[in-house]
C-alpha cells in the first residue's frame, strides 16, 4: 500500500524567508500528485496538481516539482507571508482509475512577521 | 468556480443518534468522497462513489453508510453514533484532474 511522508511535521521561519516543504511516496507509480492547503478547522484547498509526466507547476509564489523515480515532491514558498501560515498537504493518485488519494499527515507552517 | 457545499460546520449529537452529513458539489463530478480527519492520523477515506446508487467501502467504513440518490449529493450516515465518531469530516468530489474538498464538519458526539 501506498505511503505518503511529510516531515518535518512543523516548521516555523521568519517573514520573507523562502522555504521548501517535502512529501515522500513509497510507490512511484502514481498518477499525480496534488498539494494543498488546510487553515485551522477548516477544509482542504488546491494548491497545485503534477501529472506524473511533469516534473513542475507554478502557481504564483508556490513551485511544486515532482521527481518520480526517487518519489518525491517538493513545494517551494517564495518570499514567505504570515498569510502563508496553514498546514500543507500532499497527495497521490495511484492510476487514472483509481479512486482514492493517498494523503501524508501534512507539514503545519508558521511564518513569523 | 467550483464549488463542493458540507451542509453544517459544526454539529453536535449525543450518543446513538443517527447522523445525516450531507455534501452538494456543482461540477457534474461523476466521483465523491467522505473522509475523516483525526490528529495524528491524517485524513482517512470512509466510503466514494463513483456514480449514482453506487459506493465503495474506503479504509474505515465501519458504523458508517452512504447515500447516493443524485450525482449532485452524497449522504454520509452514521447509523448509531458513537464518542470515537468525533471528528472533522471532509467530502470530496473530482476527477482524474484532481479534487475538490468542501469545507468540513466537525462533529462531536457527546
Known amino acids: 500500500k501506498q505511503e505518503v511522508t511529510q516531515i518535518p511535521a512543523a516548521l516555523s521561519v521568519p517573514e520573507g524567508e523562502n522555504l521548501v516543504l517535502n512529501c515522500s511516496f513509497t510507490d512511484s507509480a502514481i498518477y499525480n500528485l496534488q498539494w494543498f492547503r488546510q487553515d485551522p478547522g477548516k477544509g482542504l484547498t488546491s494548491l497545485l496538481l503534477?501529472?506524473?509526466?511533469?516534473r513542475e507547476q507554478t502557481s504564483g509564489r508556490l513551485n511544486a516539482s515532482l521527481d518520480k523515480s526517487s518519489g518525491r515532491s517538493t513545494l517551494y514558498i517564495a518570499a514567505s507571508q504570515p498569510g502563508d501560515s496553514a498546514t500543507y498537504l500532499c497527495?497521490?493518485?495511484?492510476?487514472?482509475?483509481?479512486?482514492?488519494?493517498?494523503f501524508g499527515t501534512g507539514t503545519r507552517l508558521t511564518v513569523i512577521p | 468556480d467550483v464549488k463542493v457545499t458540507q451542509s453544517s460546520r459544526y454539529l453536535v449529537k449525543r450518543t446513538g443518534e443517527k447522523v445525516f452529513l450531507e455534501c452538494v458539489q456543482d461540477m457534474d463530478h461523476e466521483n465523491m468522497f467522505w473522509y475523516r480527519q483525526d490528529p495524528g492520523l491524517g485524513l482517512r477515506l470512509i466510503y466514494f462513489s463513483y456514480d449514482v446508487k453506487m459506493k465503495e467501502k474506503g479504509d474505515i467504513p465501519e458504523g458508517y453508510s452512504v447515500s447516493r440518490e443524485k450525482k449532485e449529493r452524497f449522504s454520509l450516515i452514521l447509523e448509531s453514533a458513537s464518542t470515537n465518531q468525533t471528528s472533522m469530516y471532509l467530502c470530496?468530489?473530482?476527477?482524474?484532474?484532481?479534487?475538490?474538498f468542501g469545507s468540513g464538519t466537525r462533529l462531536t458526539v457527546v
Open positions: 470530496a468530489s473530482g476527477r482524474i484532474y484532481g479534487y475538490t
Open positions: 497527495a497521490v493518485r495511484a492510476s487514472a482509475g483509481a479512486n482514492n488519494l493517498f
Open positions: 503534477i501529472q506524473s509526466s511533469q
